[in-house]
């Protein structure tokens, strides 16, 4: 701002006006007769095409969302999008689940379907059916409804839910998120109000888990802090907790009233087992402690844009529960009133009936073996061409994702020389990957590897 | 323990209650003349075609789908506006209504820090705690008079005048929520003269275009009228009712800019507001939407049922009014009800006579005496003008 003195906190909405006017004005080349200072920017006048937003800059893309964006613009036959974590199949084409289309048949054919506004806390079955999926059918805290679940727009909607009702009603307003962690974790907590911290997690000089620094840190936290845990299949790194671990933080996280706060998106994706996959949350639950855990069914049932996901909150009475959701319903009314029905509905039609469930559980598991399988094959393609450097995390870790360990410099080599699309901190998606792009990707790490530092 | 939301919160009372006469006058939903939930034809007929085609679910982006933001904004100024054929306006798909409320809320509270939303008085209960919620201040203007059960236009110039210069100023473009009261076309031009006086900024809340007079063009010509005079203004739209879509949650936010390059960035912000929020739009309603105005055939088929719903309205309306003035020998002057326009209707019952409504005639309405005629039948309109009557006279 040249030649203006306007301090900004006691601008007017005038002031500002004025400001963006002469900063306009000291750019433009326009004849300055046609220019009055007074001139309202609202006012229809076709002199300066003034504009009141002037001041809103252009954000840059988000950084994840934005490989995509990226991807699409490149002309290359050869292009491979390793950004988003959005599940192909071995063609590199989008999958809707066959149980998924034929659920969504019975629903578009069943002529007593309405859309009515579901409640504030959405589709109750399928808030009793994601519930019993997370915590296990036979929980107790469900049996001694203790767990009030309101359905989400996925697993942003539930984090973003989550967090601003703690920012409200608990007592901590810290967050402490892994390093690194989903890179829009901090946005959702920040602007929900709280106060974001991190520990430790990522030991890059193994390229696994820094569990002394994980110990360390939640240690050293405040008491009542709130604690974000990935559930399973870390993002983006890959590097989960084993069970023995698992047990250790919770004894760690409840010895100091940490309040975890799980994000779970991939149940069912990272081992192919969707108990397996609860684990972490059930261990936590059993100890009949609270907790908070926020479901996605974007992965797991390839309902990406529908956005379907579930807010759970682990109460330790009943009565807490009932205000607790009392509450959920007054953060989530004036943000959207009530949440979108379509992708509830395909998931409650799937949970409801055994058979669906099975065949789900069967699709699921031949997404997850098939990343396994992606896994292995490019693990074998680095040995293959004596690429430098220990690949065995690629192996080790779960999940859609591979922290590979290349840096930005190397990313930026792979993106410009062999048109490969992953996020700057060297995470790529597994899902995107097909047998006939492995060797391909291998060739790029090769060199990225040995021609960029 | 919080309280049950005030509006929400009657259709479960009126759900507990198993009386044979029960009315359900709260929520603004459309019912047919069997009081049943409507479906559109040209809404199973898409989500047919949907089906069908086998679109895949992959994340929208950001902003949502770009065929629906193209034609929803299309539909809202007209295909051939100068603002659309400039690139002015900033759609991003939001999550119906209060979604897109929320998202021009949350820019406003961003990008002009101190600035205050003036509202009707009174308004939707739900915008204010969308504007708290949001951080961003509100104060009201004069807008129902309860004297006529009309507009108290003087009130409404002046509280709009009185207002600090870039002032946000809420509008309904059409059939007024709850009042049902609309400015006639000659006030919109004198609100938008203060306006552009007091380099306010309009925005305008649509939830109802083509359903209050039945012509989406008529219900859009507030909007327009502002956006012909080159002012930038914002526009939240809902498809929940003219749909029928209300629980697919489809809307959008509209941001009229003086220039393409200044859209593209309140876009970009808006974006940036979203993803935090709930990272991308739900696909379906969008859809349903792109697939309904972007085809002729379906899009004509959707203005006859829209006239159709719109009719019923106004059919009911009359057969209230009625029943009113032939029930009731007190002289009271019911006209009210046929000048208001769209779902609701604001009767002018108190609290306390609302209450009565509730507890002896088992009708359900939200305590401000906003009715909504979309929920009533005609086969119900003297059982309800019986129970205004006798609240109106017999509670005070």
Not at chain 1, 330 to 341: A, D, G, Q, T
Not at chain 2, 222 to 232: C, D, H, N, P, T
Not at chain 2, 294 to 307: T, V, Y
Request: aromatic fraction near 8%; hydrophobic fraction near 40%; glycine fraction near 8%.
């Amino acid at each position: 701002m040249h030649g203006v003195n306007v301090s900004q906190s006691s601008s007017s909405p005038a002031d500002r006006r004025l400001s963006a006017l002469v900063r306009h004005l000291e750019g433009s080349s326009m004849d300055s007769a046609n220019h009055s200072i007074a001139a309202a920017p609202t006012s229809g006048s076709t002199g300066a095409r003034i504009s009141v937003f002037d001041h809103v800059v252009r954000a840059p893309e988000d950084p994840i969302l934005g490989v995509t964006v990226a991807y699409n613009k490149d002309p290359s036959p050869a292009k491979l999008n390793l950004g988003v974590g959005a599940y192909r199949t071995e063609e590199g084409k989008p999958l809707v689940l066959n149980v998924v289309r034929r659920a969504e048949q019975m629903l578009v054919n069943d002529s007593s379907r309405v859309k009515e506004y579901l409640p504030i806390v959405g589709l109750a079955d399928f808030n009793k059916l994601s519930a019993k999926l997370i915590l296990g059918a036979d929980s107790p805290a469900i049996q001694e409804n203790r767990v009030t679940t309101v359905q989400c727009l996925s697993g942003t909607g539930s984090l973003r839910v989550g967090a601003e009702f703690l920012a409200r009603h608990y007592h901590q307003h810290t967050i402490y998120i892994p390093l690194p962690t989903w890179g829009n974790h901090t946005k959702v907590f920040g602007l929900a109000g709280l106060s974001v911290k991190t520990y430790r997690y990522y030991d890059p000089a193994t390229r696994g888990l820094n569990f002394e620094g994980l110990l360390e840190d939640l240690r050293s936290a405040p008491s009542g802090a709130i604690v974000l845990l990935h559930a399973c299949a870390h993002n983006p790194t890959g590097v989960d907790p084993t069970t023995h671990q698992w047990e250790q933080i919770r004894q760690l996280m409840r010895s100091k009233a940490l309040l975890p706060f799980f994000d779970s998106a991939y149940q069912g994706f990272a081992s192919g087992n969707l108990d397996a996959d609860a684990e972490s949350v059930r261990m936590f639950v059993r100890d009949g402690g609270e907790c908070l855990v926020a479901q996605s069914f974007a992965k797991n049932m390839g309902l990406y844009g529908e956005r379907v996901g579930a807010l759970s909150i682990v109460c330790r009475t009943a009565d807490v529960a009932g205000r607790v959701e009392s509450q959920l319903k007054l953060v989530i009314r004036p943000m959207y009133s009530n949440p979108p029905i379509h992708g509830a509905s395909i998931v409650s039609t799937i949970l409801k009936d055994r058979t669906m469930f099975q065949e789900w559980t069967i699709e699921l598991k031949a997404m997850a073996d098939r990343i396994i399988s992606m896994r292995q094959q490019l693990f074998d393609a680095l040995r293959g061409r004596g690429t430098p450097g220990d690949w065995s995390h690629i192996i080790k870790q779960i999940g859609m994702f591979t922290f590979t360990g290349l840096n930005s410099e190397q990313v930026a080599f792979m993106r410009n020389e062999y048109h490969i699309y992953m996020t700057s901190d060297g995470r790529i998606s597994m899902a995107g990957l097909s047998s006939r792009t492995v060797p391909h990707l291998a060739d790029a790490i090769h060199a990225a590897v040995t021609r960029v530092a | 323990m919080a309280p049950p939301d005030p509006i929400l919160g009657v259709s479960e009372a009126f759900k507990a209650d198993d009386h044979e006469m029960k009315l359900n006058l709260g929520v603004g939903a459309y019912r047919t003349e069997d009081l049943q939930p409507y479906v559109l034809n040209v809404v199973k007929k898409a989500e047919n075609l949907m089906l069908e085609r086998g679109d895949n679910k992959e994340y929208l982006p950001i902003e949502g789908l770009a065929a629906f933001n193209k034609v929803t904004a299309e539909l809202l100024f007209g295909a051939d506006n100068a603002v659309i054929q400039e690139q002015r306006v900033a759609t991003v798909q939001g999550l119906s209504g209060t979604g897109s409320l929320r998202l021009a809320a949350a820019l406003i509270e961003r990008y002009f820090p101190g600035s205050k939303v003036l509202i009707s008085s009174p308004t939707w209960g739900n915008h204010k705690n969308i504007f708290n919620d949001a951080g961003v201040p509100w104060s009201e203007y004069r807008y129902y008079d309860p004297k006529t059960v009309g507009l108290d236009f003087d009130g409404m110039i002046a509280d709009i005048k009185a207002a600090p210069e870039g002032t946000f100023v809420l509008l309904h473009g059409c059939a007024h929520n709850p009042t049902g009261i609309d400015p006639t076309p000659e006030q919109w031009e004198r609100i938008a003269d203060v306006i552009q006086e007091k380099s306010h900024i309009p925005f305008f809340d649509v939830a109802y275009q083509g359903f209050a007079s039945g012509s989406l063009d008529k219900d859009a010509s507030s909007v327009r009228l502002f956006a012909a005079r080159g002012m930038e203004l914002l526009i939240a739209q809902s498809y929940s009712k003219n749909l029928g879509l209300y629980a697919e949650r489809i809307g959008a936010i509209n941001v009229v800019c003086s220039t393409s390059e200044v859209a593209k960035g309140v876009k970009s912000q808006l974006k940036r507001i979203a993803r935090p929020m709930y990272s991308n739009p739900p696909i379906h309603g969008a859809r349903i939407v792109a697939n309904v105005v972007g085809n002729s055939d379906l899009f004509n088929e959707w203005k006859e049922e829209m006239e159709l719903m719109a009719g019923r309205i106004m059919s009911v309306r009359k057969k209230l009014y009625d029943s009113l003035s032939a029930k009731d020998n007190s002289g009271k002057d019911w006209s009210f009800i046929l000048k208001q326009i769209g779902m609701f209707s604001f009767t002018g019952l108190n609290k306390a006579q609302t209450e009565n409504m509730t507890s002896k005639w088992h009708v359900y309405m939200t305590k401000d005496g906003r009715i909504s005629l979309a929920g009533l039948s005609s086969a119900k309109c003297e059982y309800l003008a019986d129970a205004i009557i006798d609240s109106f006279h017999n509670v005070s």
